[in-house]
Nanobody, 124 residues
Framework: QVRLVESGGGSVQAGGSLRLSCVVS????????IGWFRQDPGKEREGVAA???????YYADSVKGRFSISQDTTANTVFLQMDSLLPEDTAIYSC??????????????????WGQGTQVTVSS
C-alpha cells in the first residue's frame, strides 16, 4: 500500500523559509514523479513543483526562484524547500505520487496517491 506523509508546515512571517518533507512508503520515490500541490479554502488545488526520475523538475511560475524540490532516495523522502515566502503562499500543501512519465507535471489528475497535507501560513 502506497502511503505519503507530509510534515514541516507551520507559521512564518513573509520572507521566511520552511522545508516540507514527504515520506513515501510502499514504493520508491525514484520510480515515480512526486508532486507538491497546494490548496487554499475556496480555491482549486494547484501544482507547485514536481520531480520525476532522471532528475526532471518543474515549477509553477509563481514559485520559480523561491521554491526547490529535491529527494533523498535512501530516506525515500521528497523535500520542498520554500524561501522568500509570501502571504499568498498560505495554503495546505500536499504531496502526491504518480507514474514515472507524467507529461503535464503539475496536473493534479495525473497523480494517483496523495498525502493528507500540511498547513503553511505566511503572515505579512
Amino acid at each position: 500500500q502506497v502511503r505519503l506523509v507530509e510534515s514541516g508546515g507551520g507559521s512564518v512571517q513573509a520572507g521566511g523559509s520552511l522545508r516540507l518533507s514527504c515520506v513515501v512508503s510502499g514504493t520508491t520515490v525514484s520510480s515515480h514523479c512526486i508532486g507538491w500541490f497546494r490548496q487554499d479554502p475556496g480555491k482549486e488545488r494547484e501544482g507547485v513543483a514536481a520531480l520525476c526520475p532522471r532528475g526532471v523538475t518543474y515549477y509553477a511560475d509563481s514559485v520559480k526562484g523561491r521554491f526547490s524540490i529535491s529527494q533523498d532516495t535512501t530516506a525515500n523522502t521528497v523535500f520542498l524547500q520554500m524561501d522568500s515566502l509570501l502571504p499568498e503562499d498560505t495554503a495546505i500543501y500536499s504531496c502526491a505520487a504518480g507514474g514515472a512519465r507524467i507529461v503535464t507535471l503539475l496536473n493534479r489528475f495525473a497523480y494517483d496517491y496523495w498525502g493528507q497535507g500540511t498547513q503553511v501560513t505566511v503572515s505579512s
